[in-house]
């Protein structure tokens, strides 16, 4: 069974940092694709960025230059590491993954989620 676990969250002023954690289950974390979304209240879920296992990342236009995934293949964790956070960014996070090489933010294409870690950016 795959679980993924977040944490990190909380509540932070704009131009803060936050550094959310992703632990996922054994055998999928080394050969899939693990990315992170967000949902807002009254928003749809949307991608904010995935990393392959070859540590290819992507991400959505909005975190470019502020926010940096990144995995830690011996502890099976990924990280959110986000900079500079602004008002809007304030969302439940969720940690996905899926287990192959397609690896884009693209909601409906990750089939294992976390329960998710709330993030709220005061102005």
């Known amino acids: 069974q795959v679980q993924l676990v977040e944490s990190g969250g909380g509540s932070v002023q704009a131009g803060g940092s936050l550094r959310l954690s992703c632990a996922v289950s054994g055998a999928m974390y080394l050969r899939g694709c693990v990315g992170w979304f967000r949902q807002a209240p009254g928003k749809e879920r949307e991608g904010v960025a995935t990393i392959d296992r070859g540590a290819y990342t992507r991400y959505v236009d909005s975190v470019k230059g502020r926010f940096t995934i990144s995995r830690n293949n011996a502890h099976n964790t990924t990280y959110l590491q986000m900079n500079s956070l602004k008002p809007e960014d304030t969302a439940m996070y969720y940690c996905?993954?899926?287990?192959?090489?397609?690896?884009?933010?693209?909601?409906?294409?990750?089939?294992?989620w976390g329960q998710g870690t709330q993030v709220t950016v005061s102005s």
């Open positions: 996905a993954a899926r287990p192959d090489l397609y690896c884009y933010t693209v909601v409906a294409d990750f089939e294992y």
